[in-house]
């Protein structure tokens, strides 16, 4: 799983509560990404940040949260408006690049499982 | 718009046979191939990526894959398959220029190396 650390492995929400999901990473990488993982639906982008400060929403960012506040941390908050969050979600980054080599590649995290008490 | 399609959601092979797993892709530049495993409960791995080059890349653990431009399609093979193969497979693909910075992911084949 490289230099990414996803914590907890396991996590469980209560109706009406957020919860936030860590994801730390020693790669010295710029962009990192979070998924969510459903049984036949693949991985499914939430929210990406290319640099400190910034970051762009994905395919499915309703009722998700993100900030970049260093370079090493991407920290995902579930809100209480995401009806259905029970999955497995998934933290990457990757070194930016124009051309081949070590960039371009996703690293990710193990992951944490996300569910609804 | 990018799109990778795997048309299998499961794949089963005898232990020392051939394997393929199959991916087509859509990229509006050049792509940016890749393809990943899982194991249950587990991150994604890196296995192989294709940039430019020679169409046939290797990769870990044996793994290759052919990249065909005509037909927009990256298969994964291996001459002989082990029984810890058996995982989920994903092919991934991204705009190769500046501003492709999503990776864009199948859905997943689960293959099964039978013993």
Same mark, same amino acid.
């Given at each position: ?15 009406? *509560? ?18 969510? *993982? ?16 910034? /970051? ?17 941390? /991407? ?6 408006? *995401? ?35 | ?18 394997l393929t797993v199959k991916c087509t892709y859509s990229v509006s530049g050049n792509p940016y191939l890749f ?14 990526k294709y940039i430019t080059g020679d169409n046939l890349v290797k990769g870990s653990y044996g793994f290759e894959a052919e ?49």
């Amino acid at each position: 799983d490289g230099g990414i650390t996803q914590s907890p492995k396991y996590l469980f929400r209560k109706e009406g *509560q957020n919860v936030t999901l860590s994801c730390e990473q020693n790669l010295n990488h710029d962009a990192m990404y979070w998924y969510r *993982q459903d049984p036949g639906q693949g991985l499914r982008l939430i929210y990406y940040s290319q640099i400190v400060n910034d /970051f762009q929403k994905g395919d499915i960012a309703e009722g998700y949260s993100v900030s970049r506040e260093k370079k090493e941390s /991407f920290p995902l908050t579930v809100t209480s408006a *995401q009806k259905n969050p029970t999955a497995f979600y998934l933290c990457a980054s990757t070194q930016q690049g124009y051309k081949g080599g070590a960039k371009n590649i996703q690293y990710f995290g193990a992951g944490t499982r996300l569910s609804v008490l | 718009a990018q799109s990778v399609a795997q048309p299998e959601d499961q794949v089963n092979v005898a232990e020392g046979n051939p394997l393929t797993v199959k991916c087509t892709y859509s990229v509006s530049g050049n792509p940016y191939l890749f393809w990943y495993v899982q194991y249950p409960n587990r991150g994604l791995q890196f296995l192989l990526k294709y940039i430019t080059g020679d169409n046939l890349v290797k990769g870990s653990y044996g793994f290759e894959a052919e990249f065909n431009k005509s037909q927009t399609s990256f298969h994964l093979k291996k001459p002989s398959a082990l029984v810890s193969d058996s995982a989920l497979y994903f092919c991934a693909v991204r705009d190769g220029g500046w501003t492709g910075n999503q990776f864009y992911f199948g859905t997943g084949t689960s293959l099964t190396v039978i013993p």
